[in-house]
């Protein structure tokens, strides 16, 4: 343990959790003080490897060390350890565990499966980073509202959106699930809006948001297909050099081969990313389209890793280490994230 | 250039170029001279961060240089550049290029597409090392084949094989292809045997073989249920030591959580592999079961990946530059090949 490092204690090691762990240990001013796993099982034995082990509660340690997995205590010693705790956990767990957190007086960030209403501020790093300055309990918005924050934020920003209407194209589970369909039908959310127009609120000042989402037979990635009605009229090649300036969005070309979600992921595979992830947002170039105030285009979402470097910049804003754009810029260089790359 | 390392030429940068290229460059007694890439695809241009870019012909360097990659020259200057051409087109085209390389008097390794009859051996590490010592021309089998190989090698060691039964259960297409199927249909190969059987006596000797082909709808894995009909009996744990004793065998357990292929790819991702790839042919130690003189296990095929580090021993071998158990064991100290490690 470097002196100086923030101790984060990572609650829930699922598809989030092992990779907020990865991140935080790749900066120079925090470090993972231990992972939180519920089950012994082949993640729990590759993550020993890498970082000390907890569990939940006491009585599930024999379960570990009968499978030879060494634990250094229950979630109540990960607290006593740690600084801060990055909380994982499957969606709604959380509403549970910040009793907890509150109790014991230790900050903690959540993931976007749990509601805003049970923290302080909801986050993305482009959006509103401020606004989880100093606060002890913060939300990273979930993978499909990060994306639509972060390729909203610069358009907003410059020309003012007053309206937004995306269709999320969403995948059906993760890679690393073989329990969860549809694997031969598309599935409709039969709520409208879709959870993440009001999520988007929680992060942008923006009043009128459509979304709809479509669940269709892919583990890769999520795809939106977003509309703008913006403020002042622009041009697509203005609107292009916004995203451009910004590091977590990729402009890519369909025409050099990358037509669907597995080239893009492939091309995630080619630069030697942890876990072959892609962390930046990329926009197909070909698709943006702006007709008088009105912005079409459309974009893909790795959902397992991008929200990864908003649950550090949340950090660096809750615990006031690091101003937006410095923390920012050192997420971004340690995490490798440059969109220009691709 | 490092004096004294071989000069590797790849030609044909698609799913097992490119990464022949990567674990040529881990090893070191051997070194990636350049790689022929067709198109300008985004493919080529991550590439050309790495290695030399070559073209098939002259006349394919101005669509390169449109698209801002930097071309060394055409295939024949690589042959110049080379000491030897790992051929990985696609299948079927090595059959044209070794032409070209018995005109320049240049040794090639042929992957699993071309025919056996093109080349002077058939190639796989565990079976028969031996049988490419010296040869110019030599092929790694087809990935379902080194996996069969593989695995079955180290039983017909011990006590025997005298028949081989598998039915492949076939993945449809690799991770970043979009154009391929089937995505909604089980489609039996209407061969019998399928390819796979005569490619096995290639390279190993065993006389009665027979297999059966069936693609289903995923990206990941190839799955094999194998049934081994033993020339003396021997009991599971027997069995299983043998393939333990083996890096690049992964005996992995259904309890712990890997269940599906998924999981088992998951597995490759949590240790950091290039491009999450899992070179062991990872076999389900609750499949393993023994009657009598028969043996019948389940195993799960990388196909992107498994024949890599064949490759990598197939050049040793030609070139005699290391014998069988000297050249496996660098191959996998520098490509972190060990299957105990799941």
Redesign the interface.
Known sequence: MIKGMLRVGINGYGTIG?RVAHAVSLQDDMTVSGIVKT?????A???SKYYNIYVPKESDVKAFED?GIKVKGDLSKLIEDSELIVDSTPEGMGEKNIVTYKERKIPAVFQGGEEHKIVEASFNSYSNFDQAIGKKYVRVVSCNTTALARTITPIHEMVGVRRVNATLIRRATD????SKGPI?AVEPSLKFPSHHAPDLKTVLPIKEVETVAIKVPTT?MHVHVIELNLEKEAKANQIIDAWKSKRRIAV?SGK????????V???A????R???DLYEIPIWKESVFVSGNTLRYIQAVHQESDVVPENIDAIRSMMQILPKEESIEKTDRYMEINGSA?
Not at 269 to 272: A, F, G, I, L, N
């Open positions: 092992r089950k012994p099982d082949y993640v034995r590759l993550a499978a890679q690393n699930d073989s031969n890769l890519i050099d081969g990358r037509s669907s979600t597995a080239q992921m492939d091309m595979r080619e630069v030697d942890d876990r072959s691709f």
